[in-house]
């Protein structure tokens, strides 16, 4: 389906054109509309993304809305973006996190023109990523998102966070670079770039004929380096120690985009290129992978129980949630056409567990930042006690969020988190039944973070605590209603994604 | 001995004085006077290879004298102008005074 | 009139309305949550009584309403209620005592500031408990179940400034996380085997005959599917039942207001489990017809059950707490259903169940009106002499108690223990959970005298204790009320008219036995609480406590296994010492892997890459940056040296120039001489 009126490119460009805009115009605006005006821009995404959904046929499982023009014809790259339900749940989650981080943070930053243009900025990249299907531009894409998140990390971050920046920027841009070399190989094989047609390629098993036929070395090496590029940015355990010192010493709204949308452009990456072009290599390597998620979730939740600084401790529990995604997907890899029904659901878990784990990442994220805001710099475990007692409605809006996170039945979290446990029960019931410690474990710190924060007497900072204002509970309340809305009617995502998710799952090799 | 030793022993014995002189003195003046001796020995030595060279007839040796002779008496106004330059800033007519310009 | 299954969700859906209101009202608006609460309780119990009618219209069917949750896969996900008489009584027996226990918080929460939240949390568990028993689908129960977990959290916890109180709800909500995650290992495996998990669905429903016989393969370590998935649920029950080894979170959860204990830790949480093993009762029982495999569910859960029963009556009989007695009490009761459960006989196990509900909430709400009338002093050795003071009080304890210990003929508790004895001794497979079960009925004739006797008899013991009256009709209501039940509930399933049995195990007539069939038996169990009783009664009654510091003469005459046993056995120090210690092991090494070795390898490749940047400079610097250093420092070298040479003296230069001509003359001197 072609349509007429380029929907992709508005709901890719707007961000970065407002971006532009409130840059050119920073000193001359006054600062409460330059923060209206950022707001209003961030906005587009979710009425793009709505017109998206409308017109978006749920039944058809490939690429809709799709846009594409030649760009560089000498290398045969093009302009090409498209959209399935895979891309467009993570549109729509772009489309919240960006406006409701925006609006909790912007009133409390520096230079709230420049922060605001490098988030939009920022925003564009990711739903560049989501939508694009060429190599090139979608490179092009992952690769900027990481110049305004070191920006907004190194400028507005906490003491640490010039250091922590580096690291993260770094860190992500040496495993592109492997990634860079896996596909100009590829495209020294096969000539293309674009995911589309590099997809059917892999189906029929030219692509590895082209590359030196399976079982090769250069099949293998690509498929190292582009497992390398998306596995440093998801984080794969035990490639994430970057992630705890960036999302703690980021400034609570990048903290915010970051593990709710950032941290999902490498899930994706595994879902649309690593898996539909190297399904043979994946699935030879998947029973390792496997192993690595697995010590993900549990070592991850563990390890967030050691943690006293907040922040690191939320930024642990991604790390688990993330990995139960790369878990089922894995899990699937693995078993190949096995059990559909298994792998059906295990799919369908992974892109709820994407968005509900953006939703209630970032509202634990913010929770953090409150606290931390409050009390003047503090985020230590021990330096509160007893908030709840002044605090009864952020101490009931965090606990909301906090059990979301546990995966609590009738929130969010719980329907993403049992069809992965449902999907990978039925492909390797060990890893199931080993995952189900990490579960364990995050009762445990959450409970305990709770316990030590909001129960007790009053202590430490919490003395005089402030409860929400109106524009902190403004920040909260989308969050929290599509907690419960996700957890009682998953329908309303299970919808646009099934018929994909069931394609894929009838097609494995 | 032939003429042209003879002049050529005075122009020797010439630019000797002079470079003595220049060599000697402190005086500026008096060191300039020296240089004009052996410019002078120079002319002798032109007018004397001319008079007793193969081409006589020509008139080159003059035409040279002259033209040094003009030069050096322009070079002379501007010395003694400089001299006096020196003069009046330093008080001084001392060679060994004006050493400013090294490198 | 009757519910129809369809709109059986009505049940659940009003409290949890009633919830709702007492989360979004202000704090002021007590008055208003509270009346919602009830309100909603009232009407959900009136709902339970026509859904029971339903049922009993035609006890043998199970009428079920599925609908889809969300699409999956090539179907969908789907959920459902379910009527028949086992979710009726219990929905019943849930709305009614949880009314009776909401209209006792009124009074006893009276001077809370945050009452509204104490009547949101009550209705939001009341409605998952609800929830949980109407039905029809694992799933569904096990939404509801870790509902009622969260409720239970909130309940326990709910005076956070209290830190015991903060910690004993966190235990609770881990401990039964721990046996949750069995139950939902369980409920995976049965989903990935069956399909479905939905309890009846037309016959496709797990629990139909026709699904449960592809359960019956061997697995690689001998047991059968259906034994591994029904011990995996069972995990489930144990933690919320508090079952040994997971009954520690039980005790510690009196913290929580005396109303919550009497509801969620007596009455119907921890009834959970047992109804959760009554509902799937065709799953656990599917491998009894194999023979030659190691252990069936039903044995493990008879076993479990019988040594709860016997610890919790045991470590009873040595605690101060006037809530911690009762809740081991519940313990060692919940022990007596599960082993009922276990030995075959469900439906006595859920007689028992109800009765229970009644007594024990009779029981904690009576210990709640002691504990309110004497300022929350809830040591039995410092209270005492309450008889007089409190005389409704006392009444209906006494009843609750007799009740509880199976006093003959009169008491509802005493035709259940009676009814479970016998299936005990029926069992063929093992004798000694019966044994453990008689043992338990002395323990309990004689933990409850002493109770009875600190409590209410001698003299008061602290000026709390003296200053005690009795409360008002809001707290003694409820009491009389389910006194009167404690008694009447006998009436149900005596023996000659077994109505409740009939009807749940799907009979539309009654065949009733002589009442006193087994009277060896029955004779036998009447002596044993006789003996514990004036056992009891000797060492507590006779001789009343003087002060509260006397020693107890038990403890006296025993005091190793007492001080034991006061201890509980030692199990929260064993847990701590083993899953704890290895819990903080398991979080501490993930902490150094990442700082030191992932991290470290990191640090590494970036040491690496800064040494390489080392070297490459200092190539740089030293060789080809140094030779070009050089040429050019010769160079401005030279330079100086030259202009060395000019000094500015002018008669340098003319000795300069007369040393050249002097040179010049002896070259050409010389070269003349050619």
């Not at chain 1, 440093?232 to 990048?254: D, I, S």
């Not at chain 1, 799919?347 to 634990?364: D, K, M, P, R």
């Not at chain 1, 973070?449 to 909001?454: A, D, H, N």
């Not at chain 3, 009676?418 to 933990?447: D, K, N, R």
Request: hydrophobic share 55%.
């Amino acid at each position: 389906m072609n349509s007429t009126w380029p929907l992709l490119s508005w709901l890719v460009f707007t961000p970065w054109a407002g971006a532009l805009l409130v840059f050119v115009l920073r000193s001359r605006l006054p600062e409460n509309f330059a923060r209206a005006l950022v707001l209003l821009l961030s906005l587009s995404t979710i009425a793009l993304g709505a017109c998206a959904v409308a017109h978006f046929d749920p039944a058809v499982t490939g690429m809709q809305l799709t846009e594409k023009h030649a760009w560089i014809s000498a290398l045969n790259v093009s302009y090409h973006l498209g959209l399935d339900g895979l891309s467009l749940v993570l549109v729509l989650l772009t489309g919240i996190i960006s406006p409701v981080a925006l609006y909790g943070t912007l009133r409390h930053s520096r230079c709230p023109a420049i922060y605001g243009a490098l988030f939009l900025v920022l925003q564009g990249s990711a739903l560049g990523v989501f939508v694009a299907l060429d190599f090139f531009p979608w490179f092009v894409f992952w690769e900027l998102s990481l110049i305004p998140a070191f920006f907004l990390m190194k400028l507005w971050g906490g003491p640490g966070a010039s250091r922590a920046a580096y690291q993260f920027v770094i860190y992500t841009i040496g495993g592109s670079a492997f990634m860079l070399l896996g596909f100009a190989a590829l495209y020294a094989a096969a000539g293309t770039f674009d995911f589309v047609e590099l997809a059917a390629l892999a189906r029929d098993g030219t692509l590895a004929a082209k590359l030196g036929g399976p079982g090769a070395f250069w099949p293998q090496a690509v498929f190292l380096g582009v497992l390398l590029g998306l596995a440093v940015k998801v984080p794969l355990f035990p490639f994430h120690t970057w992630l705890p010192p960036a999302y703690a010493e980021a400034p609570t709204g990048a903290s915010m985009f970051l593990t709710g949308v950032m941290s999902k452009m490498g899930v994706y990456g595994f879902l649309r290129i690593l898996w539909p072009i190297f399904p043979a290599p994946l699935q030879a390597a998947a029973t390792l992978l496997l192993w690595l998620a697995l010590g993900g979730v549990v070592l991850g939740a563990f390890a967030a129980l050691k943690q006293t600084d907040l922040k690191r401790m939320v930024a642990y529990s991604s790390i688990n949630h993330l990995s139960y995604c790369l878990l089922a997907l894995f899990a699937v890899a693995a078993a190949g056409s096995t059990n559909p029904a298994a792998s059906a659901a295990a799919l369908s878990g992974t892109i709820l567990q994407l968005f509900n784990h953006g939703l209630s990442a970032a509202a634990l994220f913010y929770c953090v930042g409150i606290l931390e805001q409050r009390s003047g710099g503090k985020r230590g475990l021990a330096d509160f006690g007893g908030v709840r007692t002044a605090a009864p409605l952020f101490a009931g809006l965090c606990g909301i969020a906090m059990f979301s996170s546990i995966g609590l039945p009738g929130l969010n979290g719980f329907v993403g988190e049992f069809l992965i446990f449902r999907g990978v029960f039925g492909l390797a019931p060990w890893a199931a039944a080993t995952a189900t410690l990490g579960l364990l474990a995050t009762a445990l710190f959450l409970l305990t973070f709770w316990q030590r924060v909001f129960h007790g007497p009053a202590a430490g900072a919490a003395v005089n605590f402030r409860d929400l204002d109106r524009g902190e509970l403004l920040t909260l309340l989308p969050l929290i209603t599509l907690m419960f809305l996700l957890g009682l009617v998953p329908q309303l995502l299970a919808g646009l994604i099934n018929p994909l998710v069931t394609t894929w799952a009838a097609t494995l090799p | 001995m032939n003429p042209l030793q003879l002049c050529l022993i005075l122009s020797s014995l010439l630019f000797c004085i002079g470079l003595a002189g220049a060599l000697a003195r402190s005086n500026t003046i008096l060191v300039l006077l020296g240089i004009e001796l052996m410019l002078n020995a120079a002319n002798l030595n032109f007018i004397a290879f001319w008079r007793y060279g193969p081409h006589a007839a020509t008139g080159t040796g003059v035409v040279f004298v002259i033209f040094a002779i003009a030069v050096a008496a322009a070079e002379a106004a501007v010395g003694l102008a400089l001299v006096i330059a020196v003069h009046r800033h330093r008080k001084s007519v001392r060679l060994q005074d004006a050493n400013t310009l090294k490198g | 009139m009757t519910l129809a299954v369809q709109h059986l969700w009505l049940i659940p859906a009003l409290p949890l309305a009633a919830a709702v209101i007492g989360a979004l009202v202000p704090r002021s608006g007590r008055t208003l949550a509270a009346g919602a609460a009830i309100g909603a309780m009232a009407g959900a119990f009136l709902l339970a009584c026509l859904a029971l009618a339903g049922a009993l219209a035609d006890p043998s069917a199970h009428q079920v309403f599925n609908f889809s949750w969300f699409d999956l896969g090539a179907g969908a996900l789907r959920l459902g209620f379910l009527l028949d008489p086992l979710t009726a009584f219990m929905a019943v027996m849930v709305t009614f005592v949880s009314l009776l226990i909401f209209i006792f918080s009124t009074g006893y929460m009276k001077e809370d500031a945050n009452a509204k939240q104490f009547f949101c949390f009550l209705s939001l568990f009341a409605a998952a408990m609800l929830g949980l028993i109407v039905a029809n689908s694992l799933l569904l129960l096990f939404v509801c179940w870790e509902l009622v977990g969260l409720a239970s959290y909130l309940l326990i916890g709910f005076w956070f400034h209290k830190p015991s109180a903060a910690a004993a709800a966190k235990k609770a909500f881990i401990t039964t996380r721990i046996g949750d995650l069995g139950f939902l290992l369980g409920l995976l495996w049965l989903q990935d085997a069956q399909g479905t998990l939905l309890f009846y669905d037309g016959g496709a429903g797990f629990l139909e005959p026709a699904a449960l016989a592809n359960l019956s393969a061997l697995l690689p370590c001998g047991l059968a599917a259906s034994t591994a998935i029904g011990l995996l649920v069972f995990c489930g029950a144990v933690g919320k039942s508090g079952q040994f080894p997971l009954h520690v979170w039980l005790p510690d959860a009196m913290e929580g207001p005396t109303p919550v204990s009497a509801l969620i830790h007596a009455a119907t949480m921890v009834a959970a489990g047992v109804f959760l093993i009554a509902r799937v009762y065709p799953l656990m029982a599917a491998d009894q017809a194999l023979t030659g495999v190691p252990v069936h569910a039903l044995t493990v859960v008879a076993g479990i059950g019988a040594i709860t029963a016997l610890l919790g009556a045991l470590i009873a009989t040595a605690q101060n707490d006037i809530k911690r007695i009762l809740a081991f009490s519940t313990v060692s009761q919940l022990g007596y259903m599960m082993l009922a459960l276990g030995v075959g006989s469900w439906v006595a196990a859920i007689f028992h169940l109800l009765t229970h509900a009644f007594f024990k909430a009779l029981l904690f709400l009576g210990a709640g009106s002691v504990i309110h009338a004497a300022h929350h002093e809830q040591d039995i050795r410092r209270l005492g002499g309450l008889s007089q003071k409190m005389k409704v009080t006392f009444i209906t304890f006494t009843i609750g108690t007799m009740a509880l210990v199976g006093v003959p003929l009169f008491f509802s508790g005493f035709w259940s223990k009676e009814a479970i004895l016998h299936a005990a001794h029926g069992w063929q497979v093992s004798h000694l959970p019966f044994y453990a079960a008689v043992l338990g009925v002395v323990l309990t004739a004689f933990y409850n005298t002493r109770l009875m006797a600190e409590t209410f008899f001698g003299s008061s013991r602290s000026e709390n204790a003296g200053h005690a009256h009795e409360n008002g009709p809001a707290m003694t209501l409820p009491l009389v009320m389910l006194a009167a039940c404690a008694v009447l509930l006998s009436l149900v399933n005596l023996p000659s008219y077994p109505w409740l049995q009939a009807k749940l195990l799907g009979l539309h007539e009654v065949h009733g036995h002589p009442l006193f069939e087994g009277a060896g038996l029955m004779g036998l169990s009447v002596l044993l609480v006789a003996l514990g009783i004036g056992f009891g009664w000797a060492l507590y009654g006779r001789h009343p406590r003087a002060k509260a510091e006397s020693p107890d003469p038990l403890a006296a005459r025993a005091p190793g296994p007492m001080s034991a046993l006061a201890n509980r056995l030692g199990f929260d120090e064993l847990y701590a010492a083993t899953v704890g210690r290895l819990n903080d092991a398991l979080a501490t090494l993930s902490d150094l892997l990442d700082r030191f070795v992932w991290g470290g390898v990191i640090r590494f490749l970036a040491g690496l890459g800064q040494f390489t940047g080392l070297v490459s400079r200092e190539t740089d610097e030293r060789t080809l940056n140094g030779g070009f250093d050089s040429t050019s420092k010769g160079l401005r070298g030279a330079g100086q040296a030259y202009s060395d040479a000019q000094t500015g003296e002018a008669h340098g230069y003319l000795r300069t120039l007369a040393l050249g001509f002097v040179i010049l003359l002896i070259l050409v001197v010389l070269g003349g001489a050619r």
